[in-house]
Every structure is written in structure tokens, then in C-alpha cells.
């Protein structure tokens, strides 16, 4: 069921991790990461910080409604797109560092769910109006990546030899 809020994005996302958990999918790993940035930009839009905060939370919500029905898709066993495919396929069969199974994650959501998502809120050229938004978006990640990377070198140690 398509979610009409980021705190029921977050909840769906709850739902995954606690699957993935159960039945230790590698998967769930992306979702544990992507909930910890809906999280800061959800607090980010209460703050007021971006320039129209009411279209970055149906951003976000349309956004993730991407990836939640990819995961669906994908666990019912019908098809998803391919990037998502691939991605779900590597994080089941292949066993790689994780950082390697966010990275499919973050290819198959920003590689294609974010342009189709920013054009569906902000349709034609309209899409020029997030651009400072987008940029705002891009500092809360940043903000987030030294955070990120102590939680993988908490449970990988050697990983931070490599990334």
C-alpha cells in the first residue's frame, strides 16, 4: 500500500528492517539506511528549513513509494524495474561487502527513482523550482556521512581500510 506520509514511509521501512531481520536479507541494510535519511528529512521539513517544505515531503513520499513498491514487487515475485532487480538479486545471492549493496540501493533509487519522482511534483518547468531544495537535500546527506561510516566500521572494522 503506497504510503501518503514520511512518517508512514518510516513505518514501512520499520516493516522491512524487522523482515529482513527475520530472515537475515542483506536487503534490509538499504533500508536501514534510507530510513535513518527519511528520518533527518523529515526533522529537516518540521524545521522549516527548506524553501517549500510541503512539496519536499510529497517528494519524499512519492520518492519512497518507489523504492516501497520495488521491494514489494520484488518480494511478491513480480517484476521490478531492472535496476531494482539487480539490486534486490545482488543483496539475496551474493555476498559482498555491504557499502556494496547500499551502492546498488542508492544507484537503482537516485539513478531512477528520483528524476521520475521530481517530475511527477514538479512537473515540466516547474522541475527548475527544487533546484536550491535538491541542493539543501544534498547538505543533510553530507551531513550524514561520517555518522554512516562509523556504523559500518562498527560492524565491519576492516571495512574502513577500503572505503
Known amino acids: 500500500m503506497p504510503a501518503n506520509s514520511i512518517s508512514e514511509?518510516?513505518?514501512?521501512?520499520?516493516?522491512?528492517?524487522?523482515?529482513a531481520r527475520?530472515?537475515?536479507?542483506?536487503a534490509?541494510?538499504?533500508?536501514?539506511?534510507?530510513?535513518?535519511?527519511?528520518?533527518?528529512?523529515?526533522d529537516r521539513i518540521?524545521?522549516?528549513?527548506?524553501d517549500d517544505n510541503e512539496r519536499m515531503e510529497k517528494l519524499d513520499v512519492v520518492f519512497a513509494n518507489r523504492y516501497l513498491d520495488a521491494w514489494e514487487q520484488y518480494k511478491s515475485g513480480?517484476?521490478?524495474?531492472?535496476?531494482w532487480q539487480l539490486a534486490f538479486d545482488a543483496a539475496s545471492s551474493w555476498k559482498p561487502m555491504v557499502i556494496d549493496?547500499?551502492?546498488?540501493?542508492?544507484?537503482?533509487?537516485?539513478?531512477l527513482d528520483l528524476g521520475i519522482a521530481a517530475a511527477t511534483v514538479s512537473p515540466g518547468a516547474k522541475i527548475n523550482d527544487v533546484h536550491d531544495d535538491f541542493n539543501k537535500i544534498n547538505a543533510v546527506l553530507n551531513a550524514m556521512v561520517n555518522d554512516v561510516k562509523?556504523?559500518?566500521?562498527?560492524?565491519?572494522?576492516?571495512?574502513?581500510?577500503?572505503?
Not at 514511509?9 to 523482515?19: A, P
Not at 541494510?29 to 528529512?41: C, E, G, H
Not at 518540521?46 to 527548506?50: D, P
Open 78 to 83: 513480480k517484476p521490478c524495474s531492472t535496476s
Open 150 to 163: 562509523s556504523d559500518l566500521y562498527a560492524m565491519w572494522p576492516l571495512s574502513k581500510f577500503i572505503t
Open 101 to 111: 549493496h547500499l551502492v546498488a540501493g542508492m544507484n537503482a533509487h537516485i539513478g
Open 46 to 50: 518540521k524545521e522549516n528549513y527548506f
Open 9 to 19: 514511509v518510516i513505518d514501512q521501512l520499520n516493516q522491512i528492517i524487522i523482515l
Open 22 to 26: 527475520q530472515n537475515s536479507d542483506r
Open 28 to 42: 534490509g541494510y538499504f533500508a536501514a539506511l534510507y530510513k535513518k535519511v527519511t528520518m533527518a528529512v523529515s
